[in-house]
């Protein structure tokens, strides 16, 4: 290993003093009228691949020929492109400053990014529209719903599925800081806010697949956030009836140190009245969060990352009423409550990173983080129901005929889990005029304490069940306390080299992973490459193709069966990703527009099979002897459908099985079926959204905002999971949110201080839909009137609801 580095060392200072010989460097920074950092501008030598990006403080530096007359161009996306002539010596540093013009016919505070071509994986996402979108979670993960290959059927939740993966196959990193979500949430009303502040946000990439192995160890996805390095004084704050915010963020006048704080606050309990079951519901979700930065000197920075986050929830249900069947066969659902549940979540986080620049070649990181989520879920909850046959149709059902079955049931929990998070972690990155060389090695120790007292007792027309005539039983028990210990490791190296031809160029990127985890002993190795064509017969066309093997090494979760048993022989999950894709522009009424499509398939293996509730994964370690496939395709348009606003809307096909291993069903007759293939609980045939921006042509301050998504139904799986082909659906999911903008404040030689503020009025949900997350399964003691002795009772989201939002930047 001492062998390696030193090799490594001596390879770069060798290539660094032969490459330097002939050449110049040439830095700067980039800005808008206003003064603003332009982020991820590109910084190109016209006839040459040489090229760089701006980082969060709009500056580049880049390596140029010397002693040659060469032409620098800067080019982003909703500015005009500027072009400089230089010619500098051999070893000269030259400084060029730049300021670009927004184009004529972008509106006024609005700027875009996210139509430029991709150069790997990723796809860079539009959130300067974020203020202005209607949003009942208060989350930035709202957005990503609207892209292709992304699934969710919960709009109280930040939780989504990215081409069949579950929840937990998303990774997200917020500087390079890898993000952790509580593990004990069980509902979306208990989620508080996500990790991710919008107003303090400079970037976003996203990966639905195909990802290079600089990014860690899931099966499904990568969310590539970067938070802002302050330049100059900006601020916002926010209020509406869902909750409120306020962000600030500043440098020094030497522009050493920054700083970029937010806090936020957050209630839905005005949205949970639209619940069908009535109550006092007191949500309340508080974040702060806070980026700072320090040059120590021209080659050495450090930076902070913290946050505390407090969710708290709470709720005292009274009664329920709801309607559930089929036109010909209908029934109520009443139910009386007596008890309360307190929840309890609160996150720690904070992340120390060293920044080393020996050269304007090398970059080396240094990243230490201390992770703790402490979580509490308790409830005594006694519930009296009944159900009826009624009259009418399912959705107009009121007078019941005949009572079918009675019942009660008490529910407790006393559930704890404190989890600890330490790691250390090294990245470094080689920059070379065609291309860079990335490395990384991490170490994380787990310790994690669980302790779970669950139990329900069960009562249908006076007798408990299971019955018994000496004793009362109780339904279900469930109780866990367990300790983990564990450390893992791991690393990255992956290499990009950009190939110039005749007919065009091509951008290479193959890489590997390996990890190891002390507690089940395995070690994976997982290879990965990417290409991206750029013909120069269709210089507005560019393809993209990935390949590479994905493990996912199990969490705590993943490793705990529903009676708290740990399962260490459970090893990584697997995926196989196979993706091809293409980035179109094309220009419908004189303006740009992109095409994008992907088609992929992944094969699975050694799959955690589990059970989904609400946003509760419940894992089955048992069955981690399973094999499947995730195949689809994915469709996105993007682009300005009313001049000087951009719109896009997203269609994507989807089709993800699993087969378990020697599983098998004993029918009646004795006889043994094998169900092979069934669907996985996240498997969506199609999945439709859309998000579009309007203003009044005579008056662009007058904004309005839409966002539709339309989803087929998730597969829902029975009372027992002893059957997994016998499968339901949760019906499709559909819901519209409007917005309507207007400015009330605009910045003048009056008011300097404030830039704009902006009034927004919300119609969530606008047509009322009722969408189901999950069934109540409620059991009677016996089969009456021809009718099965379990129902599924139908658990609706949110219903149409109104929301005022002010907003002021400053």
């Known amino acids: 290993m001492n062998r390696l580095i030193t090799s490594l060392i001596i390879y770069l200072s060798v290539y660094n003093c032969i490459y330097s010989q002939n050449t110049a460097t040439i830095n700067g920074d980039v800005k808008d009228n206003e003064g603003n950092a332009l982020v991820s501008t590109s910084v190109s030598i016209k006839g040459m691949t040489i090229r760089s990006i701006t980082n969060d403080r709009g500056q580049f530096d880049l390596k140029i020929p010397a002693n040659k007359s060469i032409i620098v161009v800067f080019s982003h996306l909703g500015y005009k492109d500027s072009e400089d002539s230089v010619y500098i010596d051999i070893n000269q540093v030259y400084t060029l400053n730049k300021v670009l013009e927004q184009n004529t016919e972008q509106l006024e505070n609005v ?25 009942s ?84 996805s990568v969310l590539d956030i970067k938070y802002k390095r302050a330049t100059e004084f900006n601020g916002s704050v926010m209020g509406s009836l869902l909750g409120a915010s306020a962000h600030i963020e500043g440098a020094s006048k030497n522009k050493r140190f920054s700083i970029n704080s937010g806090l936020r606050y ?101 990243i230490g983080t201390a992770f703790n989520s402490d979580e509490e879920i308790t409830y005594d909850i006694l ?68 302790k779970i007292n669950e139990w329900e007792m069960l009562d249908s027309a006076g007798i408990s069940l299971p019955f018994s005539d000496k004793e009362v039983n109780l339904f279900t028990v469930n109780k866990i306390n367990n300790n983990l210990n564990s450390i893992r490791t791991s690393g990255y190296i992956q290499n990009t080299k950009t190939y110039n031809f005749k007919s065009g160029s091509a951008s290479i990127t193959i890489g590997a992973r390996a990890t190891y985890w002390d507690y089940n002993k395995q070690v994976n190795i997982s290879p990965r490459g990417s290409i991206v064509i750029k013909p120069n017969a269709t210089p507005n066309l560019s393809l993209h193709f990935s390949a590479g093997l994905y493990y996912q090494p199990p969490f705590y979760k993943e490793i705990r069966d ?54 509760k994964l419940q894992y089955l370690p048992e069955y981690n002897k399973a094999k499947g496939y995730a195949t689809g395709i994915d469709f996105k348009v993007y682009g300005e459908f009313v001049p000087g606003t951009q719109s896009w809307f997203s269609l994507s096909f989807l089709s993800t099985k699993e087969d378990i291993y020697n599983d098998l069903i004993k029918n009646n007759d004795g006889t ?8 996985r609980p996240t498997d969506q045939l199609m999945n439709f959204s859309l998000f579009f921006q309007d203003y009044l042509p005579s008056n662009p301050d007058y904004k309005v ?83 099965n002795a379990y129902f599924a009772v139908p658990n609706y989201l949110t219903g149409r609801s109104f929301n005022l939002k002010i907003s002021a930047y400053f």
Request: include cysteine.
């Open 705 to 787: 905002h839409l966002m539709v998504i339309y989803g087929s139904g998730f597969p829902y799986a029975g009372p027992y999971y002893s059957q997994p082909s016998k499968t339901y659906s949760l019906g499709a999911y559909s819901r519209i949110d409007i917005g309507f903008s207007r400015v009330i404040v605009r910045k003048n030689k009056q008011n300097s201080l404030v830039k704009t503020i902006w009034l927004t009025a919300e119609v969530l949900n606008c047509l009322d839909t009722r969408n189901i997350v999950s069934y109540d399964w409620v059991k009677t003691i016996e089969s009456q009137m021809g009718v």
């Open 562 to 615: 529903p009676y708290g048993k740990l399962y260490p022989q459970t090893k990584a999950q697997r995926s196989f990703h196979l993706v091809a894709g293409s980035d179109f522009t094309f220009h419908a009424w004189n303006r740009p527009f992109i095409f994008t499509s992907e088609i992929y398939y992944k094969n699975l293996t050694h799959l955690a099979i589990y059970k989904l509730e609400n946003v």
């Open 111 to 135: 700027t875009v990014y996210g139509t430029q071509k991709r150069e790997n994986s990723l796809m860079r996402i539009d959130i300067k529209s974020i203020g202005q979108l209607p949003n």
């Open 266 to 366: 957050k209630t839905t309990q005005y949205l949970l009245k639209t619940l069908d079951t009535k109550g006092d519901y007191k949500p309340t979700f508080l974040d702060f969060q806070t980026f700072m930065t320090y040059d120590i000197s021209k080659k050495l920075d450090i930076s902070l990352l913290g946050n505390l986050a407090s969710n708290k929830f709470s709720r005292v249900p009274k009664n329920r009423s709801t309607t559930f069947g089929t036109f010909q066969q209908s029934f109520n659902f009443t139910a009386y409550y007596e008890g309360q549940e307190k929840d309890i979540f609160s996150t720690y986080l904070g992340a120390l990173s060293l920044n080393y620049h020996p050269n304007e070649r090398v970059s080396l990181k240094l």
């Open 672 to 679: 043994i079926t094998y169900p092979g293939y069934y669907k």
């Open 383 to 450: 519930k009296e129901y009944l159900i009826n046959l009624a009259t009418g149709g399912s959705s107009g059902a009121k007078d019941s005929l005949i009572n079918i079955g009675i019942g009660s049931a008490l529910d407790h929990a006393r559930d704890y889990l404190n989890s600890v998070i330490y790691s250390v972690e090294h990245k470094g990155v080689f920059l070379e005029s065609d291309g860079n060389l990335r490395w990384g090695i991490k170490a994380q120790k787990e310790i994690i304490y669980d």
């Open 137 to 220: 979670s208060g989350n930035l993960e709202t957005i990503l719903k609207t892209l292709p290959g992304v699934a969710s059927g919960n709009e109280l939740s930040s939780q989504y599925s990215v081409r069949g993966g579950s929840f937990d196959e998303n990774l997200i990193y917020v500087n390079d800081i890898e993000i952790y979500r509580p593990l004990l949430v069980q509902s979306a009303q208990q989620e508080g806010l996500s990790f991710i502040n919008p107003d303090m946000v400079s970037s976003i990439q996203f990966s639905a697949g195909g990802f290079d192995a600089q990014y860690g160890d899931k099966l499904s």
